[in-house]
């Protein structure tokens, strides 16, 4: 069965440091997302990402992030100056079609768990 | 903004009993998702229910969406150790890509 997978698993950063997560979405699917989850919070919309460019993103998306497509398959999110607030699950997510109006389900990675010290 | 909230319980239950979390949202929605989390894993896929339905079933899980009350019930039933994980619901914003999820029922199935 096709997956999201995401790599590292486990980073741990110092803060002020640069770091990238990478992501493989399912190779057919056209909208790709991060979202993060900080210990014991809820799950967050990042961005989505849609035709090689940002289609939306949300207000913790700052300029401390960004997004690349760098090839045909991976997807990576970087963070450009980590701060300690950063720590937290971060999760890639792939869908067939618009995740909205789609009526479609997301796929998601099982997430690189960040930490930052 | 529309978000996915469901009822702040922590179930703990006994194996082969049923278990019902709940869900609201605030706009209206085309249509809701359930989704399980391990501990420290990534999220999976339950079950999708349309705006114009009702009630859907995939196995042991029974979701209900009341668009009128704007809320949605998860039904897990004869449950298993297995089971044990936390259970979020999220709701599309219409028309657009983002999930909102809510803040996840942990459920404890003791065998």
């Known amino acids: 069965e096709p997956e999201v997978t995401q790599t590292p698993s486990h980073q741990v950063t110092q803060m002020g440091q640069e770091v990238i997560l990478r992501c493989v979405p399912i190779?057919?699917?056209?909208?790709f997302y991060w979202y993060r989850q900080i210990l014991g919070q809820k799950v967050e919309f990042l961005v989505s990402?849609?035709?090689?460019?940002?289609?939306?993103k949300s207000e913790i998306f700052d300029d401390q992030f960004s997004v690349e497509r760098p090839d045909g398959s991976n997807f990576t999110l970087k963070i450009r100056s980590t701060k300690l607030e950063d720590s937290a699950m971060y999760f890639c997510?792939?869908?067939?079609?618009?995740?909205?109006?789609?009526?479609?389900?997301?796929?998601f990675g099982q997430g690189t768990r960040l930490t930052v010290v | 903004s529309q978000q996915g909230e469901e009822d702040p319980q922590a179930l703990s239950i006994q194996e082969g009993e049923n278990a019902t979390m709940n869900c609201s949202y605030k706009?209206?929605?085309?249509?809701l998702q359930w989704y399980r989390q391990n501990s420290g894993r990534g999220l999976v896929h339950l079950i999708l229910?349309?705006?114009?339905?009702r009630e859907k079933h995939s196995g042991r899980l029974r979701v209900t969406l009341d668009t009128s009350k704007k809320s949605s019930s998860l039904l897990i039933t004869a449950s298993r150790a297995a089971d044990t994980a936390s259970y979020f619901c999220?709701?599309?914003?219409?028309?657009?890509?983002?999930?909102?999820f809510g803040k996840g029922n942990q459920v404890v199935v003791i065998p």
């Open positions: 997510a792939s869908t067939p079609l618009a995740g909205g109006r789609g009526n479609t389900e997301a796929f």
């Open positions: 190779s057919n699917h056209l909208y």
């Open positions: 990402f849609y035709n090689n460019e940002i289609s939306e």
């Open positions: 706009t209206s929605i085309n249509n």
């Open positions: 229910i349309r705006s114009n339905e």
């Open positions: 999220a709701t599309p914003y219409y028309g657009n890509n983002r999930l909102a």
